[in-house]
């Protein structure tokens, strides 16, 4: 008896009408060359596809039929095309019912697509974000004056705690919290048969299918920022690799009629396209139906210009401005549109040597940083390390912005703040043990008297820090720049 599992294919016909015919079964393959249309050769070639692939020899009338069959019907493929395992699938246009593009922002931000949002560290990425997940969560018009409709959002984001962060910027922008989710984490069971809870990646398509559905009226998806959620394998500058990534989260999109917006930072380097300076590979933006660029305005600090970059789907659109102000921080959007392309505003920015200032940039990065309240010393560190900015270099900002330092009360953690708020702070005096500082005779009054000004030893800076060590009896004087600890001027209750 014949088994259904043997498959016939015939190659085009070749010299002397000789054709290329390839039988297999399971993983036994034979191949052959003769002329189909001569039943001696179809007998020879029967009688050694029986021998080699062991059939039975019942199956003379079945092959000389298939082969006669397939001839007629496949005598145009190529001897690759018959072994390869996957075949093309043509779709022809004539059968592609054609359809208009869903928008959520109308030509801007379309739904079933993926849209990119590109700006630097600390120029308001996060609040445009909240502002417009708060605009989709109660159906309140685009700033544009363009209609939003009303669904839910699901935010994947790394940066901003949901507590002391997430909430507040969306309740001062008048969200609906009930249809906002946070993407946080993966449950998933270990070796031993216990639930964890692991980091949600881009990787993890499956859990993100199984989000939307349970969101059925989700209207927005924002990954914030996409380096913390590409996966641990993935190399953001390799194009495959991305694209790898990306594809399925776009075909997710596309799926649900989903709008997602995917926050990348800019990358240090000169370009004459603004679309050039998107961190990592080009596929960010290859993949990306259309790109947005925020940026802060040079000639109004506070001022951020929103801006078009590249578009696929629609007439490219003029810009938009706003500023972040008020407690709480919100965004406050202004009526004139923008009347500047995102690569107007890079030559702007960058002037005719084409190059920005690494310093310009980290100083507008920690003004924002510390906008949002005083932070400890390791916090700004550790979120200018994951922005790819040198911590040096957020050093000699700090000198520019006239940050001050010290201790948040006794023993507390060293924190910076703007001098602005210093005020509001804790008073560094009260904080330490009023006996202790006392007997220190302020040392730095007395160096001011003389004259005398120290510098540091590591950076050349002439300001110090002073705080309270040990059991608050010993002061250490550290410098405001480096950190380097430079003296002891009082060490167990007595001035050095």
């Known amino acids: ?94 059968d592609v019912e054609a359809r208009s593009i869903n928008w959520l922002w109308p030509q801007r931000i379309a739904a079933g697509r993926l849209s990119l949002l590109v700006g630097r560290p600390g120029c308001g990425k996060s609040f445009l974000t909240c502002d417009m997940a708060s605009r989709v969560s109660t159906g309140t018009p685009w700033p544009d004056g363009s209609p939003c409709p009303r669904g839910s959002v699901i935010l994947i984001c790394a940066e901003d705690d949901p507590a002391d962060t997430v909430r507040p910027r969306l309740d001062a922008h008048r969200a609906d919290v009930s249809r906002i989710h946070m993407l946080r984490a993966v449950k998933r069971t270990d070796d031993q048969g216990r639930e964890i809870e692991v980091m949600f990646s881009l990787a993890d398509i499956d859990a993100l299918e199984v989000a939307l559905k349970q969101c059925k009226d989700c209207r927005l998806v924002v990954v914030d920022p996409i380096g913390s959620f590409l996966g641990g394998k993935t190399d953001a500058h390799r194009d495959n690799e991305v694209r790898s990534v990306l594809a399925p989260v776009a075909a997710l999109a596309e799926k649900y009629e989903v709008a997602v917006l995917v926050v990348c930072h800019t990358r240090k380097g000169s370009s004459t396209s603004a679309d050039d300076t998107t961190m990592g590979s080009r596929a960010f933006t290859g993949i990306a139906r259309s790109v947005w660029h925020l940026s802060c305005d040079g000639d109004t600090q506070s001022r951020r210009l929103l801006l078009p970059g590249k578009s696929n789907i629609a007439p490219e659109q003029g810009g938009l401005a706003f500023s972040i102000g008020g407690e709480p921080a919100a965004v406050h959007w202004e009526r004139d549109p923008v009347k500047m392309t995102a690569d107007d505003a890079l030559a702007q920015q960058q002037g005719e040597d084409g190059q920005g200032s690494a310093l310009d940039e980290a100083e507008r990065w920690l003004g924002e940083k510390l906008r949002q309240g005083p932070q400890t010393g390791k916090t700004v560190k550790d979120a200018a390390r994951q922005d790819g900015i040198a911590f040096r270099t957020i050093e000699r900002a700090k000198v520019k912005l006239g940050v001050i330092a010290g201790p948040d009360g006794f023993r507390g953690p060293w924190v910076w703040q703007l001098p602005e708020s210093a005020n509001q702070g804790p008073d560094f005096a009260e904080s330490a043990k009023e006996k202790t500082l006392a007997d220190s005779d302020d040392t730095g009054a007395m160096l001011a008297d003389s004259g005398e000004k120290l510098a540091c030893t590591r950076c050349g800076g002439t300001e110090f820090q002073d705080t309270p060590a040990g059991d608050g009896n010993t002061i250490r004087r550290d410098c405001a720049g480096c950190g380097r600890t430079d003296s002891f001027p009082v060490w167990d209750g007595k001035a050095t």
């Open 1 to 94: 008896m014949v088994t259904p599992h043997v498959t016939i294919s015939c190659g085009p016909i070749e010299y002397r009408n000789r054709r290329l015919v390839i039988v297999k079964l399971g993983d036994k393959i034979h191949r052959d060359r003769f002329d189909v249309d001569q039943q001696f050769s179809r007998s020879k070639w029967r009688e050694a596809i029986i021998s080699k692939l062991g059939l039975d020899d019942d199956a003379h009338e079945f092959l000389d039929a298939e082969v006669l069959r397939v001839a007629d019907a496949e005598d145009e493929l190529s001897e690759g095309e018959l072994l390869a395992d996957s075949k093309p699938v043509l779709v022809t246009m004539a």
